[in-house]
């Protein structure tokens, strides 16, 4: 099957930048994703917009680059995502749920057949925050030489491109039914797909952060945590749900169990 005929799957697949300060970079990451057919480019409050040095960089995708969509925060460019995946290129004060090159590349595409999925990439200096890195459901790391692990933007977003359309060629390839990803999982026609056991949808990221808003209020009125001092209660439960991954259903739920503490909390 060609790409004229199915890269609607691929279209789905938005590559996010935070913050590039080199244009450059932005065109040499654009053409990167041509290659490997993305197109779906977000640029996060970029400290230098693309110029004639990014369209020379971009060579024949300037079309990439044209179309590339410009939003002042990470939350914006990933609003209606179903998931998103966040690269770090270091290791974090808290651990977060990991997936290799691979396997990002499966999940991507296997869930980019019920809602759009991102991966998102940082800053050239210092990549992304502990707080856009929370936004995000994994995290992703490619595993370079411990002892030359500089890897530049656009080599960075090649790498998991290619990564990503590995995936999707033999999501769509009948005679590749078992081929097993780096993760243990199986693409092509076994696939996994983007519900949960109970054939639920997972939830977009801005119902996710209405869920996680609802539980921080529901925790303040219990004096649980405290404004002032809120410490890493938030962070810890961000993971632990990423871990979990609740559906639709599940999110409804438990946002339902927080109305019910809230009412109980007003009620003393």
């Given at each position: 099957?060609?790409?004229?005929?199915?890269?609607?799957?691929?279209?789905?697949?938005?590559?996010v930048?935070?913050?590039?300060?080199?244009c450059?970079?932005?065109?040499s990451?654009?053409?990167?994703?041509?290659?490997?057919?993305?197109?779906?480019?977000?640029?996060?409050?970029?400290?230098?917009?693309p110029?004639?040095?990014?369209?020379?960089l971009?060579?024949?995708?300037?079309?990439?680059?044209?179309?590339?969509?410009?939003?002042?925060?990470?939350?914006?460019a990933?609003?209606?995502?179903?998931?998103?995946?966040?690269?770090?290129?270091?290791?974090?004060?808290?651990?977060?749920?990991?997936?290799?090159?691979?396997?990002?590349?499966?999940?991507?595409?296997?869930?980019?057949?019920?809602?759009p999925?991102?991966?998102?990439?940082?800053?050239?200096?210092?990549?992304?925050?502990?707080?856009?890195?929370?936004?995000?459901?994994?995290?992703?790391?490619?595993?370079?030489?411990?002892?030359?692990s500089?890897?530049?933007?656009?080599?960075?977003?090649?790498?998991?491109?290619?990564?990503?359309?590995t995936?999707?060629?033999?999501?769509?390839?009948?005679?590749?039914?078992?081929?097993?990803?780096?993760?243990g999982?199986?693409?092509?026609?076994?696939i996994i797909?983007?519900?949960?056991?109970?054939?639920e949808?997972?939830?977009?990221?801005?119902?996710?952060e209405r869920?996680?808003q609802?539980?921080?209020?529901?925790?303040?009125g219990t004096?649980?945590i405290?404004?002032?001092?809120?410490?890493?209660?938030?962070t810890?439960?961000?993971?632990l749900?990423?871990?979990?991954?609740?559906?639709?259903?599940?999110?409804?739920?438990?946002?339902?169990?927080?109305?019910?503490?809230?009412?109980?909390?007003?009620?003393?």
């Amino acid at each position: 099957m060609s790409d004229s005929k199915s890269n609607s799957l691929l279209d789905q697949v938005r590559i996010v930048l935070v913050n590039t300060s080199d244009c450059r970079n932005i065109g040499s990451a654009a053409r990167a994703m041509k290659t490997m057919g993305l197109s779906q480019l977000i640029l996060v409050d970029p400290i230098e917009m693309p110029n004639g040095q990014a369209q020379a960089l971009a060579a024949g995708a300037t079309d990439v680059l044209a179309n590339a969509k410009v939003v002042s925060t990470l939350s914006e460019a990933i609003e209606d995502c179903g998931l998103v995946v966040g690269t770090s290129a270091r290791s974090r004060t808290l651990p977060w749920p990991m997936l290799e090159p691979r396997g990002c590349g499966e999940k991507l595409i296997a869930e980019a057949n019920e809602y759009p999925v991102a991966l998102v990439f940082g800053r050239e200096s210092s990549g992304l925050t502990n707080d856009e890195l929370q936004m995000c459901h994994f995290h992703v790391q490619i595993p370079a030489n411990p002892d030359y692990s500089s890897l530049n933007l656009a080599m960075a977003v090649q790498t998991l491109s290619y990564e990503v359309r590995t995936s999707y060629l033999l999501s769509i390839d009948n005679e590749h039914q078992e081929r097993s990803t780096g993760n243990g999982n199986y693409i092509g026609k076994k696939i996994i797909n983007a519900k949960s056991e109970d054939n639920e949808i997972y939830p977009v990221t801005e119902e996710t952060e209405r869920f996680y808003q609802h539980f921080e209020n529901a925790l303040l009125g219990t004096g649980f945590i405290v404004e002032s001092h809120p410490g890493l209660v938030m962070t810890k439960l961000r993971r632990l749900f990423n871990r979990a991954r609740p559906d639709v259903k599940e999110i409804k739920m438990m946002r339902g169990i927080l109305a019910s503490v809230e009412r109980a909390s007003k009620d003393k």
